[in-house]
């Protein structure tokens, strides 16, 4: 959706990838990079997984191995941005809240070379199919109930609290917002082509700002005098 979030801070080492790993995410990573410039360019529904499949150079039974459905091939990386969502959350700095976690994810992700691509791209195949956006709400759902979980585990909460769920409903929300179609069209009716991604940038910083000083007087209905 937004590209890939990365981790900020220092990358734990790992060891190097064996050939067939290596070549299993090569695989996976060319099936993606095919759906997306067939969706991009077709829509959603004017595509079949055998199309996919012909772009990548792979087979239909190859592509199976790495995906369920054709869905999946729309919400690719989005296992990989909750667990950064969630890594970030998770071994954020003393001192840091969740909301300043959850912002410096989505920042990093707009930062990253694709992330202006990928969304706009994104938001294209989303609005060509109901089924891919009706699949886009369960996965919001399922982010949230995912971070209420941390969340809970970390205040020790057997299950999580009103207050827990709520806070993990909003931080969700900022993702989902500063992610949406709504939010890019209304920073490119302000700002030139050029300037969309800082405006972006600065729509997130002072959505995260709001959520922070909580809604306190916000649209309290006058009295009248």
Request: proline share 4%.
């Amino acid at each position: 959706m937004l590209g890939r979030v990365r981790a900020t801070g220092v990358a734990k080492r790992q060891a190097p990838l064996g050939k067939r790993e290596r070549r299993k995410r090569e695989t996976r990573a060319a099936i993606v990079a095919a759906a997306e410039r067939l969706f991009d360019a077709r829509g959603y529904d004017g595509v079949t997984v055998a199309e996919v499949a012909a772009e990548a150079g792979v087979s239909v039974k190859t592509l199976f191995v790495h995906f369920r459905s054709k869905e999946d091939l729309v919400f690719a990386d989005e296992e990989r941005l909750l667990g950064r969502l969630l890594q970030m959350v998770a071994e954020r700095a003393p001192g840091q809240t969740p909301l300043r976690a959850v912002t410096a994810a989505i920042l990093a992700a707009l930062a990253d070379e694709s992330g202006m691509r990928g969304l706009e791209s994104f938001h294209r195949t989303l609005e060509s199919s109901p089924a891919v956006a009706s699949r886009l709400r369960r996965m919001w759902e399922d982010h949230e109930s995912q971070l209420a979980d941390l969340l809970a585990a970390e205040r020790n909460e057997a299950t999580p609290c009103p207050e827990t769920r709520l806070a993990a409903a909003q931080l969700i929300a900022l993702v989902r917002v500063t992610t949406s179609p709504d939010a890019l069209a209304f920073v490119r009716a302000r700002r030139s082509a050029d300037a969309t991604e800082p405006a972006l940038r600065d729509w997130i910083e002072r959505s995260a700002d709001q959520l922070a000083a909580g809604l306190g007087d916000y649209m309290r209905r006058p009295v009248p005098t």
